[in-house]
Structure formats: structure tokens, C-alpha cells
């Protein structure tokens, strides 16, 4: 039995708390036959055959002779089918459970099988979370799905419980049959991810700009070659950042640029952008009654980008990343901006407000301008909760993508089949810029032009402030906030929370573009 995976250092006495909120059960790897751990509950997956029948062989035969033939009655009697998630528990002789649980289909194609693991294992643990204290997961039948299976079954024990007295028991510790190396990058990508799901699903006073600033500050100073720079709002002031400036300035809590920088490799860092609205009330713009309950995960893409760029610094990859959280609470006050207005942004440009409510972009064009001009990041990525026409067109489950690179398209698109979180490529319409500008007779552009093809418009304003750098721009609207997908959900979503979307792509796609250092 080895170790868990390289387990970060205590916090010292006096550090910030609440950050991270929950980390994942521990991981430790066993070497012999994972159906002796001596733990109260055992998970093995269970596939179909091409005939579309139960397989009872191998890991799983053995298994249902320790529970005296459980299973194979069950699938005789029909009650056990083996669809994807489905669970059948049967108990061995001395009291321990073993969780059947359908895996899908052994000839699916890759992003299916890696699909399927995720949900299979999810859907187990989901059953026994609150129940066992340790578990052993049965992971090498999934062949080469096996860690997809373990990020699964990582993700659906998440619980949120930081503000609840009575908190429920959850898993602390699971067994598994990976390789080590295998191993430690799930865990080190479901933190990353709970990370994101911490932030994005905080309220807001917990999380307001200054605080999370300085929570990213004390959590990212665990880590190797990271350090973490904070604009404050002074500075923001001083140096022009009047995005970010003006959608903040509403709130007494003001707003602040949140740069992390993580030195892994050589040459120039790939920028992750991350739109960190704290709470978005709309501003002037007030949003309807009904909007507002879900805007505590309008930080959501900065969630994102906060959490790949810690799983990025715990696979120590060969790269330079640079992330960058402009954060904001955008309210109504007598310092509000107001429509009408004329900012000034960072690279000078000056955009006319048309409505308040599209304040993500100005907070965003600051962010990647700084990236493309100050930083000279070789490329940039960015990630918001921005329109309702994104998610009015794709639905809770797709984020849709924009970029004029079709070889940065792809290789986004294979890290979304990879990782599960779905992306729909839209179109950069140039003939609808000519609104951008008409609807601006004060400034050079409007920060919103017009409600058709609204996702096209936003990603139009934003790419006038990457200055030429290859960029794409991932607007998660829908899976961002992910509350309303219910049933529809992948497994290991938690429910009635955001599901920290994007991490997992981004790592995926970061990964594709390093090397593990040894």
C-alpha cells in the first residue's frame, strides 16, 4: 500500500481559512487483489457485452461468489441490466458491501468509455458517500478509462458544507488498483476542480474581491514555482484598468485584478482569462427577481481558471501559465456606472455603455488586453458566464466556443470529448461588428449591440482586446452554472451547484501542450 499522493504541507497557525473548503478523499494505491482491502464497501464495475447481456467475468465473477451469487440471480431475475450507473449491492459473509455498478458497453468508442467510467464510478460513490468512511474502487477492468474512473468517483463524493453545523459524514479515504502516476493526476485534477466548485458556489460576502485575492494568495503559497500578484483597486485606478474599475466601483467591497503565475517551463506563458464577477446584479440594469439567486456563479469562469492552474502546478507541467481573475461585484449605488457612460479601458480604447448588465466583457477585455500586451502570453483562453444567448441556444450541458484559429479549435474540441465537458463551435460573424460601433455615437464601440446573436457580439467586443493573439473564447453560461441541467446532469455533477465546468478541459488541453516534469 503506498502513500497518498503527494500530500501538501499543513496549513501554518493564523493562515486564511475557508480555502479550499473540502479536498477530495485520499487516494492510496494497492499493489494485491483490491476485493481483500478490509473496508466496508467495494465498488466493481460491470460491463455489457456486445450481445448487450451483463459480462459475469473475471474481477466481477469473483466478486459475486463472495456475495454468494447476488449479482448473477439479480441479472437472471432482470433486476440488474447494467446501464451506465446503475447499482446492485450485494454483502459478503462477513458484512461487507460490494457495489455492482454498470459501465456501459466494452466496444463504446474512447470519449464514451472515459464518459462512462466518470459517471459509473461517480454514481457508486454518490450511493455510499455518507455511509463509509473508506471504500475500494475496483478501477483496472476499466482498462485505459481507469483514472477517468477514479476523477468520477473523486468529483461525486464533493460535498459543500463549509456553512451547515450539522455536516454529514463523508469518504475520506479510497483504495484503488491504479498506477501511482495515474493515480496522483486525478487527484490533482479533482482538486482543481473542487477548488473551482468552492469558489464558484460561495456566497458572495465570503469570496467579495479583497478576500478572495488574499484566500488565493494563502491557498496558492502551498505550491512550487507559483506566485500570486493582486492588483488593488489603487492600482487599478492608477494604471487604467477602467473595465474593471467601473463595474466594481458600485460595491464598498471593490474590485481587484488576481494574476497567478506559474513558472513550469520556457518562453512565453499561455493566459487563462476567467470573467470573477462576485455577484452580478446587473447594475443599473437590474436583472429580474428570478436572475438573481444563481449570480454567486457569475465567478464561475474565474473559478475555472483558479482551479486549472492548481492542478497545472501540482502535475508540475512543463509550461508557463499565467491566470488572471478580474473580480468584481457589479451593484447599483450612487457610484454606480450608469448607461451613457464612457470608459476608458487599459489599452485605451473607449467603450460606451449601453447596458450594465454586459458587464462581464468590460472586466474581461481589461484582463486579456493585460495578457496580449503586459504579459505577452503566446496565447490566451478565456472562460465566462457571459451571455443567456449561449445558453439559450446550447442548453445547461454546452459551452460554446469561439475563435478564428481552426487548429486551436480542434485541439480544444479533442480535449472536450476527452474530458466530457461538451463545446459547440460558433461563428465569429464579422458583418455584425459594424453594430458594435454604430451603437457607440459617444464612444469607439458598445459593450453590448445587440440581443440577436448576442454570444456572437460579446465575443466579438472581447476579441478587439487580444491584439492579434491567438485566442479562444469559451463562453459557459450554461454548464458554468450547471443548476438547471437535473436529470440531465453528468453523474458526477453535485446537485443544485455549480460543477466547477471547464478545470478539466483546460488541464486536458494544457497537458497537450506540456510535458510531466520527472
Given amino acids: 500500500m503506498l502513500r497518498p499522493f503527494n500530500p501538501l504541507p499543513p496549513r501554518a497557525p493564523g493562515g486564511v481559512p475557508g480555502m479550499l473548503y473540502t479536498r477530495p478523499p485520499k487516494v492510496e494505491v494497492v499493489e494485491g487483489d483490491v476485493l481483500e482491502a478490509r473496508v466496508s464497501d467495494i465498488v466493481v464495475p460491470v460491463f455489457k457485452g456486445g450481445d448487450g447481456n451483463v459480462k459475469l467475468e473475471g474481477i466481477v465473477e469473483r466478486a459475486d461468489s463472495l456475495t454468494g451469487g447476488a449479482l448473477s440471480r439479480a441479472v437472471k431475475a432482470g433486476r440488474f441490466k447494467g446501464d451506465v450507473?446503475?447499482?446492485?449491492?450485494?454483502?459478503?459473509?462477513?458484512g461487507r458491501a460490494i457495489h455492482f455498478v454498470g459501465a456501459g458497453s466494452e466496444g463504446d468508442e474512447e470519449a464514451k468509455r472515459l464518459e462512462n467510467a466518470r459517471n459509473a464510478m461517480a454514481a457508486a460513490v454518490k450511493g455510499i458517500v455518507e455511509k463509509s468512511g473508506e471504500a475500494a474502487l475496483a478501477l483496472k477492468p476499466l482498462g485505459s478509462a481507469g483514472a477517468e474512473g477514479l476523477v468520477g468517483a473523486l468529483l461525486g463524493a464533493y460535498r459543500f458544507e463549509a456553512f451547515k453545523n450539522e455536516k454529514k459524514a463523508k469518504l475520506s479515504k479510497v483504495y484503488v488498483d491504479l498506477d501511482r502516476g495515474e493515480a496522483g493526476e486525478a487527484v490533482a485534477v479533482a482538486e482543481g476542480v473542487y477548488l473551482a466548485r468552492d469558489i464558484a458556489n460561495a456566497p458572495p460576502h465570503e469570496v467579495a474581491p479583497p478576500r478572495l485575492a488574499e484566500k488565493l494568495r494563502d491557498l496558492f503559497s502551498q505550491l512550487e514555482n507559483v506566485e500570486v500578484e493582486i492588483f488593488d483597486y489603487d492600482r487599478l485606478l492608477r494604471e487604467g484598468f477602467g473595465g474593471i474599475v467601473n463595474v466594481g466601483r458600485g460595491s464598498e467591497e471593490k474590485p481587484r485584478l488576481i494574476v497567478i503565475k506559474y513558472n513550469g517551463g520556457e518562453g512565453e506563458p499561455i493566459a487563462l482569462v476567467g470573467k470573477t464577477l462576485v455577484f452580478d446584479s446587473g447594475g443599473i440594469n437590474l436583472?429580474?427577481?428570478q436572475s438573481l439567486y444563481e449570480m454567486r456563479a457569475d465567478k464561475a469562469g474565474g473559478a475555472a481558471v483558479a482551479g486549472a492552474a492548481w492542478a497545472v502546478a501540482r502535475l508540475h507541467l512543463k509550461v508557463n501559465l499565467v491566470a488572471l481573475l478580474p473580480a468584481a461585484i457589479n451593484v447599483p449605488?450612487?457610484?454606480?456606472?450608469?448607461?451613457?457612460?464612457?470608459i476608458r479601458m487599459w489599452d485605451g480604447t473607449y467603450v460606451e455603455v449601453t447596458n450594465t448588465d454586459a458587464e462581464g466583457r468590460l472586466v474581461l477585455a481589461d484582463a486579456l488586453a493585460y495578457a496580449a500586451k503586459a504579459l505577452g502570453a503566446r496565447e490566451i483562453i478565456d472562460l465566462a458566464t457571459l451571455t443567456g444567448a449561449a445558453w439559450i441556444a446550447l442548453g445547461p450541458l454546452y459551452a460554446a466556443l469561439f475563435t478564428r484559429d481552426d487548429t486551436l479549435a480542434k485541439s480544444i474540441e479533442e480535449s472536450s470529448r476527452r474530458t466530457g465537458e461538451?463545446?459547440?463551435?460558433?461563428p465569429l460573424v464579422d458583418e455584425y461588428k459594424v453594430m458594435l460601433g454604430r451603437k457607440a455615437p459617444l464612444g469607439e464601440v458598445a459593450n453590448a449591440a445587440m440581443r440577436a446573436g448576442g454570444a456572437i457580439c460579446a465575443a466579438l467586443f472581447l476579441e478587439r482586446f487580444t491584439h492579434g493573439k491567438k485566442w479562444a473564447h469559451i463562453d459557459i453560461a450554461g454548464p458554468g452554472i450547471g443548476s438547471d441541467a437535473g436529470p440531465m446532469a453528468p453523474k458526477y455533477w453535485p446537485q443544485n451547484l455549480a460543477?466547477?465546468?471547464?478545470?478539466?478541459?483546460?488541464?486536458d488541453y494544457i497537458k497537450s501542450k506540456a510535458s510531466t516534469a520527472k
Fill in 287 to 289: 436583472k429580474p427577481s
Fill in 499 to 507: 460543477p466547477g465546468w471547464g478545470v478539466r478541459l483546460l488541464v
Fill in 422 to 426: 461538451k463545446v459547440w463551435r460558433l
Fill in 333 to 342: 449605488s450612487g457610484s454606480s456606472y450608469l448607461t451613457s457612460d464612457v
Fill in 85 to 94: 450507473g446503475e447499482v446492485f449491492t450485494g454483502y459478503t459473509d462477513d
